[in-house]
Nanobody, 122 residues
Framework: VQLQASGGGLVQAGDSLRLSCAAS???????MGWFRQASGKEREFVAS????????ISADSVKGRFTISRDGAKNTIYLQMDSLKPEDTAVYYC?????????????????WGQGTQVTVSS
């Protein structure tokens, strides 16, 4: 399974960004998710979506601001990030789950993209 994440950048607090992650067809029946890792910190769950896109979960820190979605025809997931805060600064990674519903535990994800940097200035 190959993953290609894009959409990161440098923005100001309060701005929006949309991340994209395109997966190879082999991932079409698997859940997918977004994680992030800030400098000097551990990897953190952000959001995940089931293989059909009918179930999503998000971390409390991003609820109401970030929205995960999925385009099954393109095998692509998106992370719409609104009202960005400086504490959202991190490298964001997309991942493919080991099953159709994979949740928030990083151990439930088998394949990882290369990461895209998001920097939010105050």
């Amino acid at each position: 399974v190959q993953l290609q994440a894009s959409g990161g950048g440098l923005v100001q607090a309060g701005d929006s960004l949309r991340l994209s992650c395109a997966a190879s067809r082999a991932a079409s029946n698997n859940a997918m998710g977004w994680f992030r890792q800030a400098s000097g910190k551990e990897r953190e769950f952000v959001a995940s979506i089931s293989w059909r896109g009918d179930s999503t979960i998000s971390a409390d820190s991003v609820k109401g601001r970030f929205t995960i979605s999925r385009d099954g025809a393109k095998n692509t997931i998106y992370l719409q990030m609104d009202s960005l805060k400086p504490e959202d600064t991190a490298v964001y990674y997309c991942a493919v789950g080991r099953s159709s519903y994979s949740g928030s535990d990083f151990r439930a994800y088998a394949y990882w993209g290369q990461g895209t940097q998001v920097t939010v200035s105050s």
